[in-house]
């Protein structure tokens, strides 16, 4: 028997691919025999050449065909074999996939969001790099106004011919830019990231405000003082949540006030509700009309109430946690403890860990 009709005779008996592949290599391969017969072309003259030139590559294309065509019916009885024998058990659980949870300022700003839209908020936006017209004084803070020295203000590198530009102080800008977009009647909250120069356990450079700003006719105190008192109780959803107006002073309110909110000693905590102490919590006032001008409404015709405050406060406040900087140290055993789940529908009442 011809190398030839051996080798086709082993192919086509190569029981699988593993043996398949060895009489490749015996044939094909590097010393394979079909292999030294194509070198020997090399050294014969032209004619010789001619000659068995093609009977050398018929060998070649013989024995490379028939491989290919017993490589394809080895892989077709696999693929059989497979199907036949092989189950999926759907019956089999899945594996979990790790949930996230969500941080806790969002939750508190989800909140917010819930009890003003029951009030007929809506919630308003703007830039975190804002100008020093909308930051300062548009808000009644001209340029050598001292409370501007209170902000401990980043500056940004001025850029030829723009106006100069800070990473925003307060989310209180957000309201020139609302009653400039939208007018009068007005209802907003604006909640968002602000940004000072100072750092300790109660102050990051970073932090999260949420401003509120009503305006129409003949709104008074009364109407913030109600507002405020609701906000308050829907927030910590306690009816005994007591609040406490002081005189204060912002130059972007008239009369302004500082609230506080009483507490009480609950199980060693203190804790929102009842009357033991007062603890500040927001800055508000009448808007000024200064600043009602500078946003384009005539402040003989319309009045309004704004008040600011922190959420990571507000978080901290109600749910119980005591350093403000590990909320932004991105430590997943703090989520974990204190985050909230993503899959929970998210209410009011879906509190630490729900
Ligand atoms: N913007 C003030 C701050 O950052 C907070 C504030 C006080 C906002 C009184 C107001 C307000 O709207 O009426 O300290």
């Known amino acids: 028997m011809s190398d030839l009709q051996q080798t086709l005779d082993r192919i086509a008996g190569a029981p699988d691919l593993h043996s398949l592949d060895a009489v490749r290599v015996e044939a094909l391969g590097k ?25 050398i590559q018929g060998i070649r294309n013989a024995v490379s065909d028939a491989i290919a065509a017993r490589k394809e019916q080895l892989e077709a009885q696999e693929l059989d074999r497979r199907l ?16 996230g949870t969500i ?12 009890i003003f839209a029951d009030l007929g908020f809506a919630v308003a936006e703007g830039p975190e790099i804002e100008d020093d017209w909308h930051n300062f004084t548009a808000l009644n803070m001209p340029e050598s106004h001292p409370a ?14 723009e106006p100069a530009r800070v990473l925003r102080t307060h989310t209180s800008p957000v309201q020139i830019r609302a009653m400039m977009k939208h007018g009068a009647p007005l209802r907003v909250i604006a909640p968002g990231r602000v940004y000072r120069s100072d750092s300790d356990a109660t102050h990051t450079p970073m932090f999260h405000q949420v401003e509120g700003l009503v305006i129409d006719k003949a709104i008074h105190m009364g109407h913030l003082k109600w507002t405020l008192e609701t906000f308050l109780k829907a927030f910590f959803e306690r009816d005994d949540v007591a609040i406490r107006m002081r005189p204060s002073y912002f ?10 909110v ?20 927001l800055g508000s006032g009448m808007v000024h009309p200064s600043v009602l001008a500078a946003a384009g409404l005539d402040p003989d015709e319309w009045q309004g109430f704004a008040f600011g405050t922190g959420i990571d406060r507000l978080a901290m406040l109600k749910y119980g946690m005591n350093d403000l900087r590990q909320f932004f140290d ?25």
Do not use: N
């Open 31 to 55: 010393s394979g025999w079909v292999t030294a017969l194509l070198k020997t072309l090399g050294g014969m003259t032209p004619d010789e050449r001619q000659q068995r030139g093609p009977e």
């Open 84 to 99: 036949a024998t092989e189950r999926l058990d759907l019956s089999l659980p899945a594996p979990t996939r790790p949930a």
């Open 103 to 114: 941080h806790p300022v969002s939750q508190v700003m989800d909140e917010l969001a819930e």
């Open 148 to 161: 501007r020295a209170m902000h401990d203000t980043f500056y940004c590198e001025p850029l030829d011919g």
């Open 251 to 260: 130059p972007f309110t008239e009369p302004s006030a500082e609230v506080d």
């Open 262 to 281: 009483g507490w009480s000693m609950e199980k060693g905590r203190r804790v929102v509700g009842g009357q033991e102490g007062w603890m500040e919590v």
């Open 330 to 354: 991105g430590d997943i055993r703090w989520l974990k403890h204190y985050g909230f789940s993503a899959l929970a529908v998210p209410t009011l009442s879906a509190g630490v860990g729900a």
